[in-house]
């Protein structure tokens, strides 16, 4: 298998199938982060990283894939008392000078 070059010009994504082992699902590199391809991606379940900052992007579809089922999901009370250590205070306050 090879890596796949994105097209600046074209949203297509190759075929899932055709993502690496090693690194595991690494599918294709380039293209750009517009919304249009970001939708046709998350709909896939592909997902891009940018690392380090100015190499091109790299798309992964790995297998397996973790997938949360909402009404299957169980945070642990350790997990809520971590989570809440990193609540900004007044973040989920109304912002006074928006209308909405």
Do not use: C, T
């Not at 294709?28 to 379940?45: E, I, K, N, T």
């Not at 109304?94 to 909405?100: E, G």
């Amino acid at each position: 298998m090879r890596l796949v070059q994105l097209s600046r010009h074209s949203i297509a994504f190759p075929s899932p199938e055709g993502a690496l082992r090693e690194p595991n699902g690494l599918l294709a590199l380039g293209g750009d982060l517009s919304p249009a391809r970001l939708l046709m991606a998350y709909q896939r379940g592909y997902f891009s990283l940018v690392f380090p900052p100015g190499d091109p992007i790299l798309w992964w579809s790995p297998d397996p894939r973790a997938v949360l089922w909402p009404e299957q999901f169980h945070l642990s009370r350790s997990m809520k008392r971590f989570s809440s250590a990193f609540a900004l205070p007044g973040h989920a306050q109304p912002r006074l000078w928006r209308s909405d």
